[in-house]
C-alpha cells in the first residue's frame, strides 16, 4: 500500500499528520503536485512535480495508483476515479469516501456547482468549505489512523476490474 496526497490544496497541516504516519508504519507516500512542495528527509517520503493544467496532479495520481493505495484529496470527482480503480480516499476533514457514499457526494458538488454558476444572486450558496479546525485535524488523523491500523490487517483488496 502505498499513501498518495493530492498536494497543490492539502492543508500543510494534513501534510504532517500524513508524513508521521508514513513514518510511524514505514509506508512510502508520494505527494503529487503542479509546483515544488517540501517534504522532510524520508526515504518513504517523496514528491513529484507535474505540469501545471486542469487535473494534471489528478490524472497522475490516478495513472500511479494501484488497488488498495490511500489518495488523500478534497477533490471529490479525484475520489471517485481512485475508488473505481481499487483504491480508498479520504478528505482532510477525515471523510472516507467509499462506493457506498462517491455517487451522492459527487451529485451534492455537482448540484452545488450549477447552483453557483446560475448568477450573483446565488453567490451565498456556498464559497466553499469553511476553513479547517483543529477538530478537523483530529479527525483527520482518527480517520487516517483506522484506516492504516484496517489496511495492515487485511488481506490485499482483488485487483480492480479493467476498463
Partial sequence: MEIWVDADAAPNVIKEVVFRAAERLKIPTTLVANQYIRTPPST????????????????????????????????????????????????????????ENIKDRLSRRDMMEELRSTGPFMDGVSGGPRPLDKRDVQSFANALDRFLARANTAPPPPPAPSA
Fill in 44 to 99: 518513504l517520503i517523496k514528491a513529484i512535480v507535474v505540469p501545471a493544467g486542469f487535473d494534471v496532479a489528478d490524472d497522475a495520481i490516478v495513472e500511479k495508483l494501484s488497488p488498495g493505495d490511500l489518495v488523500i484529496t478534497a477533490d471529490i470527482p479525484l475520489a471517485d476515479e481512485v475508488i473505481s480503480k481499487g483504491g480508498s480516499a479520504l478528505n482532510p476533514r477525515g471523510m472516507l469516501y467509499t462506493k
